[in-house]
């Protein structure tokens, strides 16, 4: 079980600061919790509060929204992706 904190912390000490941090530990919890509990959603908008940038959050979901997509059809495929 993926702890959405924890991410923040990981990101926060690979050197991401302040909202940066956020936004980033936002995208890849949204990438990774997988199938979604009531704490991941409440953590969620959370962070999406705290980052305040509507704008931003657009483009963050359109890229997460993107990025799984092309994670399940090549699942689906049984292609390896380089990152794996």
Not at 8 to 13: C, N, S
Request: charge should be neutral; glycine fraction near 4%.
């Amino acid at each position: 079980m993926l702890d959405p904190d924890r991410i923040a912390e990981r990101v926060e000490r690979a050197g991401w600061k302040g909202p940066d941090s956020l936004v980033v530990a936002l995208a890849t919890h949204a990438t990774t919790a997988s199938p979604f509990r009531e704490t991941d959603a409440t953590w969620m908008a959370s962070a999406a509060a705290r980052i305040g940038d509507a704008d931003l959050l657009r483009e963050l979901a359109g890229v997460v929204f993107a990025f799984n997509t092309i994670n399940r059809i090549a699942d689906a495929r049984r292609v390896r992706l380089e990152y794996r």
